[in-house]
Structures are given as structure tokens and as C-alpha cells.
């Protein structure tokens, strides 16, 4: 069974800093996922990747398979990207299959 | 399209009531998916269905019954509900591509 780990698990931040949000897994995928999951409550996917880099907006996903760590980088933050961000691996690793879960980080992203 | 779709939003149960909640997607996927997610832990999966006709046990299944009725729905039963069962259930759906799509979820509390 895989494991994942989020760090920090809170960060405040002041609006235009960047940011990095960190998850690292114990066994070997080729795919993980990063969900967004607003104050109110709703999730949604932001990526999935298997390897190098992904961009939409201002938003970068990178992975590193070998060293098993993601990060989810965050340019220009805004107060509106204040959420929490959940990073989620196959159970037994390789690609397919049901999703475990990190605990999530909190972001809050201050004026 | 609605995407997900979950029912009720909110409810309150005593000890012992029965209740199920409701959950249909309108994306024509095959794979739907009961989670729960508690505070300070990940999302965790209570039961899953691979394709119509089919379900399987997650990782927390006690106390909890799914029917997967037609493609479009997939129904959570709690029997005889349990104060350890308070939590925010989240329905989800996953299309070819691995991505999954959530629902509002739905905030039980079992006094």
C-alpha cells in the first residue's frame, strides 16, 4: 500500500508570493494527481502527470519519479487561491486503480 | 451537464436510523467511487464500482451498504448509523483518462 505524505500541512502566504506545496509517496507510480478543494467544500482535479512538468495558468505541477516527490508550485498567489491542496497516488502504485489520498496542505493567501 | 450530482446536502441522524445517500453523474462513466473525509486525514474510500453491476469494498467499509443501480447512479446505505460515521461523504466518478469528477458532497451528523 502506498503512502503519501504533504508538506507543509498549513501555509499563509502574503498575495504575489510563490509557492510550493510538497508530496512524497512510498511506492513506485507512473501517475499522480493534484486536487483543489475550496473552502466550501467542492474538489476538483487540477492535474495529472506522469512525468516532468505540467502548466495551466499559474498553476505547475512537476514530478520527479525516481526521488518518488511531486510539487505544485503557485506564481502570483492570489487570495483566491486560498484552498486546500490534496495530492493523491494509485493505492499499490503503477497508474490505474483507486487513489489514496495525503491529508492535504492549507493554503491561505492573505491581501 | 450537471457532472456529479449528490443528495441530501445536509442531514442529522440519531443513533440507530437508517438512511441512504444518493449520488448520479451524467458523464457516462463506468467507475464511481464512496469516500469519506474526516478531519486532520485524507479522503478514504468506503466502496467503489468498477462498471454497472459490479461493487467493491474500499478501504473503510464497515457499516455501509452500495448499490450501483443503473450506469448513472450509485447509492450509499448506512443501516443503523453510528456517531463514528459523522463525517462528509463526497461521491465521485472517473472517465477514461483517469481523472475523477466530485460531487458537492454531503454532510452527515449521527448524534
Known amino acids: 500500500k502506498n503512502e503519501v505524505e504533504q508538506s507543509p500541512q498549513n501555509l499563509t502566504a502574503q498575495e504575489g508570493e510563490f509557492i510550493t506545496i510538497n508530496c512524497s509517496y512510498s511506492v513506485g507510480i507512473s501517475a499522480l494527481h493534484w486536487l483543489q478543494q475550496h473552502p466550501g467544500g467542492g474538489i476538483v482535479s487540477l492535474f495529472m502527470l506522469s512525468s516532468g512538468k505540467k502548466k495551466h495558468g499559474r498553476l505547475i505541477a512537476t514530478i520527479n519519479i525516481q ?9 502570483a498567489s492570489h487570495p483566491r487561491d486560498s484552498a486546500v491542496y490534496i495530492c493523491a497516488v494509485p493505492y499499490y502504485g503503477g497508474s490505474q486503480g483507486n487513489l489514496i489520498f495525503g491529508k492535504g496542505t492549507k493554503l491561505s493567501v492573505k491581501p | 451537464n450537471a457532472g456529479v450530482t449528490q ?7 440519531k443513533t440507530g436510523q437508517s438512511m441512504t445517500l444518493q449520488c448520479a453523474q451524467d458523464m457516462n462513466h463506468n467507475s464511481m467511487y464512496w469516500y469519506r473525509q474526516d478531519p486532520g486525514m485524507g479522503l478514504r474510500l468506503i466502496y467503489y464500482s468498477a462498471s454497472e453491476g459490479t461493487t ?3 478501504e473503510v467499509p464497515n457499516g455501509y451498504n452500495v448499490s450501483r ?3 448513472r447512479e450509485f447509492s450509499l446505505r448506512l443501516e443503523s448509523a453510528a456517531p463514528s460515521q459523522t463525517s462528509v461523504y463526497f461521491c465521485a466518478s472517473k472517465d477514461a483518462g483517469e481523472t475523477q469528477y466530485f460531487g458537492p458532497g454531503t454532510r452527515l451528523l449521527v448524534l
Open chain 2, 69 to 71: 443501480l443503473n450506469k
Open chain 2, 7 to 13: 443528495t441530501p446536502k445536509f442531514q442529522v441522524l
Open chain 1, 67 to 75: 526521488e518518488k516527490h511531486s510539487s505544485l508550485h503557485i506564481t
Open chain 2, 56 to 58: 467493491d469494498k474500499g
